[in-house]
């Protein structure tokens, strides 16, 4: 299993390195530890020290905050294919954010005294790197610009259509089923609003004939989607 992971797909399939030559590729399999973390392992906490990141293979995390009030404030969830923690070994900040398995997760651990050796010599993996914060910090612009400019639909559609391209790439079908292992509580934090404006909304939805629930599975139809999402594109 070891070796069918460190393959050049495989290492490749995730965005961060998606621009690194085959012998780079190589360094970052090799350097690789693999991991497993039970569910409810504090893997970091905020205000930590940056000294790796992380290569989701399976299972899922959750990155949260504690406000002054002590409530936990869920940011994201991240599952399979998704990094975690570069951001700190980057810019050599404390870790901004908890990081909790939700379930049991395994991924690879990358330590940053050996990532960052890699870049210091390899200036095309280190330009792959720039092109790469550069797309996070647009999706981040995007999911503010979706909080402050979308009506609540919208920002939910916008989060269905996100899941599915993320599956499907951005080319979507005419309809797709989704199996969200997220709550809505969960939503509800990645889209800016409150757990019972979650269900309103979901609710609106299925009213559109935009989504229909059965068992778990969202059966979504992406033409409404879209409309719901892009009020203004009429």
Known sequence: MNEINKSAAFWRSFPIFEGFGKDTIGEIAGIATFR????????????DEGTYLIVLVSGRIKLSL?????????????????ILGEMAILDGQPRS???????ATEGYVIAKRDFLEILTRNPTAAQAIIHYLCTKLRETTEQL??????????RVARFFLATLRNIH????????????????????????????KINRSILALQEAGAIRRNDGIIHCHIGRLRTIAEPDDD
């Open 36 to 47: 497993k973390w039970p569910a409810g392992t504090v893997i970091f906490q905020r205000g």
């Open 66 to 82: 504690i406000t002054p009030q002590g409530k936990e404030l869920s940011l994201r969830q991240l599952e399979a294919g998704s």
């Open 97 to 103: 954010a908890d990081a909790t398995a939700v379930v």
């Open 145 to 154: 610009e979706t909080i402050a400019l979308y009506d609540l639909d919208a």
């Open 169 to 196: 790439g951005e080319e979507l079908p005419e309809s797709a089923n989704l199996q969200i292992s997220l709550s809505q509580t969960e939503i509800a934090s990645i889209v800016g609003a409150s757990r019972p």
